[in-house]
């Protein structure tokens, strides 16, 4: 079937514009997460969704970053008054069940270059 | 809190030779491990996992053990290849708290004919 899938793949934005990434996850999984993923780093998690809770949002590096999933699939992750440290690569992933132990499966990721 | 520390690449070895990548992690609950992999191009896929102390995971001739007592989880592979060039994370995520997952900073693979 079909995996998880993000768009855009590639995003260039002038600084201090908003932004809106995309993720479809898997159908029928339960746990939705955004990771960031900096040049050379490992991904680093960002917010997390059961359904369309947001669960846990406290990798949200500011303010100015939002996610939603309101209909407990599609999820969209916004950036406002973008910067040059937000350049970088946004993961989507999702998970069939809510426990331990489960997969992450992961999309392909959004390249964000904030010039 | 939790933590993966994994080897610096990038690792350079020439086909058939054996690989070892190391992981050791820092949990306060019960840790499941993965390893994932990252080839050229593409997204992160799970190459492997180990839910509790003692379990072996296993994939495409690549291996890793959980071990509590040293608190690693490290991946070995007996012959490599040259499509095994990539990038290699290791990753934990707790058992009950566990809706996020801590990476590594990845190592690099590279493989030569």
């Known amino acids: 079937g079909a995996g998880v899938s993000q768009s855009p793949r590639y995003k260039v934005a002038k600084r201090g514009q908003d932004v809106a990434l995309r993720c479809d996850p898997i159908s029928g999984h339960v746990s939705l997460f955004w990771y960031q993923q900096a040049l050379g780093q490992g991904p680093e998690f960002l917010t997390y969704f059961q359904n369309e809770a947001q669960l846990d949002k406290s990798g949200l590096p500011s303010d100015r970053f939002f996610a939603e999933r309101p209909e407990g699939s599609v999820s969209t992750l916004k950036i406002q008054r973008t910067q040059q440290e937000d350049s970088a690569v946004y993961l989507c992933?999702?998970?069939?069940?809510?426990?331990?132990?489960?997969?992450?499966?992961f999309g392909p990721g959004t390249r964000l270059l904030v010039l | 809190g939790d933590s993966v520390t994994q080897m610096e690449g990038p690792v350079t070895l020439s086909e058939e030779a054996f690989l070892t990548i190391n992981c050791t992690y820092t949990?306060?609950?019960?840790?499941?491990l993965f390893w994932y992999v990252q080839y050229p191009g593409e997204g992160l896929q799970l190459l492997l996992k180990a839910t509790k102390a003692d379990d072996k995971g296993s994939n495409k001739g690549f291996e890793a053990t959980y071990r509590k007592e040293t608190t690693s989880f490290h991946l070995e592979k007996g012959s490599v290849q040259v499509s095994d060039s990539a990038v290699y994370f290791c990753a934990l995520s707790d058992l009950y708290n566990f809706n996020k997952f801590y990476f590594g900073s990845g190592t690099k693979l590279n493989v030569k004919p």
């Open positions: 992933a999702s998970s069939p069940r809510d426990r331990g132990g489960e997969t992450q499966y």
């Open positions: 949990a306060t609950g019960y840790p499941s």
